[in-house]
């Protein structure tokens, strides 16, 4: 169900804090004595110098309290800017359908653009980063749709959503039991998954686990009677219990005539042919698969079909 690397790195605004240095000038002040017998200075001198060096004292206190303040205010300020996040901006509902419809749409690219416009705006909208590791992973890229994943919120990792990608990213990588449990988990929080059913019930199909698969995909089939890939799995699974009947029936009102999907018309056709219903239809639906494949497996399936009816018909 990723070598580009334009995982988006938020940067966060930094800021120095300034540090005033004081030099203070020191004033050498030299008293030279008249003779030898006067070695002391007299008390005028000794109080003129006390007053000088008091003052000096008092005024270089002042200015380093008042350096100190204005660091420190720097500090608050440049710590204020470094830690507080900036409040993100509303992320409108059409938004986030557009992103959704082009990720439906198998339109990669124009789900990931989308979805990087709306981080740059709100960088934690956790919509967003599964869109944009959906996208990765739909284009087959696992390491980079896990980088993105590691980015959603704790809350949003306890999600159907978040456990349906993590095993999409693991199928990716051929770790299939892996994927399996993160199905699991997906379908334990949101038994309705669409994608976690599908991914699932294929899972069980494969095994041959065909009345678990049945319980599993009714459920999801009666929601999206027109979803054809589930139509399709359904009836699969009708179909290994016995019941070619409804399979058919399953189909057909899945609108299944109009899908493109070349595999699932092959099973149209099949059933059609086993049920012993609309022989012309199916060889109009045959006709079509061998436009549309490009497969060599199909084709000869195809024909294989084809020569079987012509035998019954023979008869």
Not at 262 to 291: G, H, Q, S, T
Request: glycine content about 6%; hydrophobic content about 35%.
């Amino acid at each position: 169900m990723l070598k580009e690397a334009s995982i988006f790195i938020l940067s966060k605004s930094t800021a120095r804090q300034a540090v005033a240095f004081i030099v203070y000038s020191q004033l050498l002040v030299t008293f030279l004595g008249c003779s030898s017998t006067s070695t002391l200075k007299s008390d005028a001198v000794k109080e003129s110098i006390k007053d000088e060096q008091n003052s000096q004292s008092s005024d270089s206190s002042q200015a380093n309290l008042a350096q100190q303040g204005i660091a420190a205010n720097a500090g608050a300020e440049a710590e204020k800017q470094e830690y507080e996040s900036p409040k993100p901006k509303k992320v409108s509902s059409d938004e986030i359908q557009q992103m959704k419809r082009s990720l439906e749409e198998r339109n990669y690219e124009k789900a990931k653009e989308q979805a990087r416009a709306v981080l740059e705006r709100s960088s934690g909208n956790d919509e967003a980063l599964l869109v944009l590791a959906a996208a990765y992973l739909g284009q087959g890229k696992s390491l980079m749709g896990r980088l993105v994943m590691r980015r959603i919120s704790e809350k949003s990792k306890n999600s159907a959503n978040y456990f349906y990608l993590m095993a999409y990213s693991y199928e990716l990588e051929g770790e299939k039991e892996l994927a399996q449990i993160e199905l699991r988990k997906a379908l334990q929080k949101d038994g309705d998954h669409y994608g976690a059913a599908l991914g699932y019930g294929q899972v069980l199909l494969k095994a041959g686990i065909y009345d678990r698969a049945k319980d599993l995909l009714k459920v999801s089939h009666r929601k999206n009677k027109t979803n054809v890939e589930i139509a399709n799995l359904y009836a699969l699974c009708l179909e290994g219990l016995g019941d070619k009947r409804d399979a058919l029936g399953v189909l057909e009102d899945s609108a299944v005539e109009k899908s493109s999907n070349e595999k699932i018309l092959l099973n149209y056709a099949r059933l059609l042919v086993e049920n012993k219903k609309k022989p012309e239809k199916a060889r109009e639906i045959l006709n079509r698969i061998r436009l549309l494949t490009n497969s060599q497996d199909i084709s000869r399936t195809v024909e294989d079909i084809k020569s079987q009816m012509d035998t019954k018909d023979d008869k």
